[in-house]
Nanobody
């Protein structure tokens, strides 16, 4: 059983930056692809970014390409999401996810979820 704990969310002005962290415990972190999803009020949870087990192949949804960077530190059992040039539409609850499926982009492929961290972008 893998436990995931996110941190780093908060309130930021449009154009600003935040760095989310997700620390894993209770399992072998390096065995999982890691991802970030987000869910805005009234909307479905959507894929944001993923990174492979070794941390050298990131993948992003088109809407965040060039603004967000996913990375991981397997020695620290932690995955990060650096978010720059934040927009109002980025406001959502952000969830860390662990998956045995290397190409995870769907919630159904996620094995473990974190509890979420709120990101609110103001004008």
């Amino acid at each position: 059983q893998v436990q995931l704990v996110e941190s780093g969310g908060g309130l930021v002005q449009a154009g600003g930056s935040l760095r989310l962290s997700c620390e894993a415990s209770g399992g072998t972190f390096k065995n999982y692809a890691m991802a970030w999803f987000r869910q805005a009020p009234g909307k479905e949870r959507e894929f944001v970014a993923r990174i492979n087990k070794s941390g050298d192949i990131p993948t992003y949804v088109d809407s965040v390409k060039g603004r967000f960077t996913i990375s991981r530190d397997n020695a620290k059992n932690t995955v990060y999401l650096q978010m720059n040039s934040l927009k109002l539409v980025d406001t959502a609850m952000y969830y860390c996810a662990a998956s045995r499926f290397p190409f995870v982009t769907r919630s159904s492929a996620v094995n473990y979820w974190g509890q979420g961290t709120q990101v609110t972008v103001s004008s």
